[in-house]
């Protein structure tokens, strides 16, 4: 990134933080901050680069020295890194105390067994960033270099649970800290703005039957903490057999107690996510996290009445409802001829010879078994029919709270399902 992109991306940033800062939970913003709504210094000077960069006996990357020729150092680096360095406090990490505590907490990597290089090595060889931090640090490695000069960077806080998560340049660690502050606080402006718009043309589009790039618009959108764009995100994943999803992620990050609550209450919760929660929760060991168990312990009284009102031995998915009642009918007829009609039947050998008997009143011929596959013509006649039940809804994720519709809708389905024209 060269210093006339900088600029403005950093004085949006500034803009963003100084707009998003509560004086009743957050610290109050240095005067010279709130006045200039600058989260930044005066930019280096070429000659003060150049001394760092003798005392350090590298050439800096070169994002990094447009960066500092930007400004000398910088606030509020994400939400958990508190100042970055300017070029005079550049170091690496085996000669500053902090940069040692990092370097000996890491050296037991070493020993682990592993096909990438070991963790406490790449940080001892590296160049901090960060001056201070919510036990979170920033480094570069001079020794990992892409074609283009840029050094691999590194975030690292001793409480994620996992190692330092890499990044090309310095550039993308500084977007991605950017994209973490949204995340977390939200912050008004142009920024938020452009990607509640954004999910809006997103979710148009899937009606329309767009997949992919839906997809990519609403991925991007979640990384900056937006919820809509999760929740749009889940039901198409869901459709396509994305079993790391849960239903639950819009609850997540509804913060306020209010808000969840109303979402608690929405036609699209109550008939199509919470079915699916129900149905996991039914498959589930009694033991171990669940969607529902989540759900239970988000703090919301009503959460908890479903959390705990739930009977794994009384729910029965041939009483949902899918839906519109025009799309409900049609799948709950196709549900009904599923058990009674031949054309859904195919008949099996009985047991063998010396196998347990038969149940009372089971044919000892033969046993009957459902063909799920043959209710996928119908039922892909029937999404015709179907209509969203809010402005948040895109897919009819409740049919795979059934058992059979959930076999009977493979991810190759799924898709077919997701590329037709829906609702009105």
């Known amino acids: 990134m060269i210093r006339e992109q900088w600029q403005p991306f950093l004085k949006r940033w500034s803009e963003e933080r100084v707009d998003a800062h509560d004086p009743e939970q957050d610290l109050p913003l240095e005067a010279e901050v709130a006045r200039g709504r600058w989260l930044g210094f005066a930019p280096a000077r070429a000659e003060e680069l150049a001394a760092a960069e003798a005392r350090l006996g590298r050439t800096l990357p070169p994002s990094l020295r447009e960066f500092l020729l930007t400004t000398d150092g910088w606030r509020d680096a994400g939400v958990f890194i508190y100042r970055l360095a300017g070029a005079s406090g550049l170091a690496w990490m085996a000669d500053t105390d902090e940069g040692s505590r990092w370097i000996k907490a890491y050296r037991s990597t070493e020993f682990h067994e592993s096909d990438e290089e070991p963790e406490g090595r790449i940080i001892a060889r590296s160049l901090c960033l960060s001056l201070d931090g919510d036990a979170a640090v920033m480094f570069l490695d001079p020794e990992d270099v892409d074609e283009h000069g840029e050094w691999a960077a590194y975030w690292l806080a001793s409480w994620s649970g996992r190692g330092p998560t890499r990044f090309r340049s310095f550039h993308d660690l500084m977007y991605d800290q950017y994209v973490s502050f949204h995340a977390l606080c939200r912050p008004p402006g142009a920024t938020r703005d452009h990607w509640d718009a954004e999910v809006e043309r ?70 199509e996510l919470l079915p699916l929660v129900y149905a996991e929760e039914q498959r589930a060991p009694m033991w171990g996290s669940t969607p529902l168990r989540l759900l239970g312990s988000c703090g919301s009284e009503e959460a908890r009445a479903m959390a705990v009102g739930f009977d794994r031995d009384e729910f029965d998915p041939n009483g949902l409802t899918y839906g519109n009642p025009e799309f409900d009918r049609a799948v709950h007829d196709i549900l009904d001829r599923l058990n009674t009609d031949p054309a859904f039947l195919r008949p099996e050998p009985g047991p063998e010879p010396g196998a347990a008997a038969n149940k009372p009143g089971e044919d000892p011929t033969h046993t009957v078994r459902r063909l799920p596959d043959s209710l996928w013509p119908e039922l892909r006649a029937a999404m015709a029919l179907w209509r969203p039940v809010d402005e948040d809804h895109i897919a009819p994720v409740v049919l795979l709270a059934h058992p059979v519709l959930a076999e009977v809708i493979t991810e190759e389905r799924g898709r077919e399902i997701l590329s037709m024209r829906r609702g009105s």
Do not use: C, W, Y
């Open 202 to 271: 997103a979710r148009l589009a899937a009606l329309d039957g767009a997949v992919e790039e839906p997809l990519t618009v609403l991925e991007e959108a979640s990384r900056f903490g937006n919820g809509r764009a999760r929740l749009l995100r889940f039901q198409m994943l869901t459709i396509l057999g994305d079993t790391h999803t849960v239903p639950l992620e819009r609850v997540a990050v509804v913060k306020e107690e209010r808000e969840r609550a109303v979402f608690l209450r929405t036609p699209l919760f109550t008939r």
